[in-house]
């Protein structure tokens, strides 16, 4: 026969009064049952709490855009720092002031230069999001980058303000040719049409194309999610079809390091009126 367990010695030392060595026949217990409560004089003992962070799974909708301060083509903030205390139920680490700040993804590719990322992960993709310059004196830097990459062509997304000093900035100092440089102010009427054909362009001439804007990434995002709606996807502008784009552009930050984060409800805006 088999030698019985350390549960059922204790169980018989217990109620034959013989108990031996109670800390030890309790520890025995609790290495051999361990999700168990273990009953002395009729108290239960209460389980153990779960120490360290708690992570929850990945977010089942977004909300918000790449971490990053405005500033410009010629100026982007760099990303917010804090240290998370418990996760919540969006994927992300909630602060001790409420604010949430994204999980870090173990598995996730090193974040590029320049946040130099496709739009998708169809091996020919031609459509790639770009942070712009950090600072006047690396423009330079920063076009031979891009052109090292293989783009030839940029879609920057700005004001009406910023227009004319962008499109002198990329031209004469990244240096891309003013043909493959296109700027759109979003907010304006047919920023939608402007962009799509921008995009539609470059995959037509097959030459790589980055979006850049001058708010951190959130009209970056929003601009490859209608791509990726009209190229990849597919549907009628619809709140489904908006969603899983803008699922499947997050996605894309574990194999390509940047989180370009678009939110459903402003893509869907942007289909139906052609502009933010």
Not at 85 to 95: E, H, I, M, Q, V
Request: net charge neutral; with cysteine.
């Amino acid at each position: 026969t088999s030698a019985p367990s350390p549960m059922a010695i204790t169980v018989l030392w217990i109620c034959s009064g013989l108990v031996l060595d109670a800390p030890r026949a309790l520890a025995a217990v609790r290495s051999s049952t361990p999700s168990m409560q273990i009953l002395i004089s009729g108290k239960p003992e209460p389980p153990k709490k779960p120490s360290g962070l708690i992570i929850t799974g990945p977010a089942s909708s977004v909300s918000g855009s790449r971490s990053g301060g405005a500033g410009g083509l010629l100026g982007v903030g760099s990303s917010t720092g804090g240290s998370g205390l418990l996760s919540s139920s969006s994927g992300s680490l909630a602060r001790a002031d409420g604010s949430e700040q994204p999980m870090m993804d173990p598995l996730a590719k090193p974040r590029p230069r320049y946040d130099l990322a496709p739009s998708s992960g169809r091996p020919d993709e031609l459509v790639f999001g770009a942070a712009s310059c950090a600072a006047p004196g690396l423009m330079g830097e920063w076009g031979a980058h891009l052109r090292d990459q293989g783009i030839s062509r940029v879609l920057a997304l700005c004001n009406a303000a910023e227009a004319e000093a962008s499109q002198a900035a990329l031209c004469t100092e990244a240096g891309f040719a003013a043909s493959a440089v296109t700027v759109v102010d979003i907010r304006a009427g047919g920023a939608k049409a402007a962009t799509i054909e921008a995009a539609r362009a470059a995959v037509a001439a097959r030459e790589r194309i980055a979006v850049v804007d001058t708010v951190g990434g959130a009209h970056t995002a929003l601009v490859l999610a209608q791509y990726l709606h009209d190229d990849y996807v597919g549907g009628d502008g619809g709140t489904h079809s908006c969603l899983e784009v803008c699922e499947l552009l997050t996605a894309r930050k574990r194999h390509s390091g940047v989180a370009w984060v678009a939110r459903p409800e402003d893509l869907q805006r942007f289909l139906a009126e052609g502009t933010l």
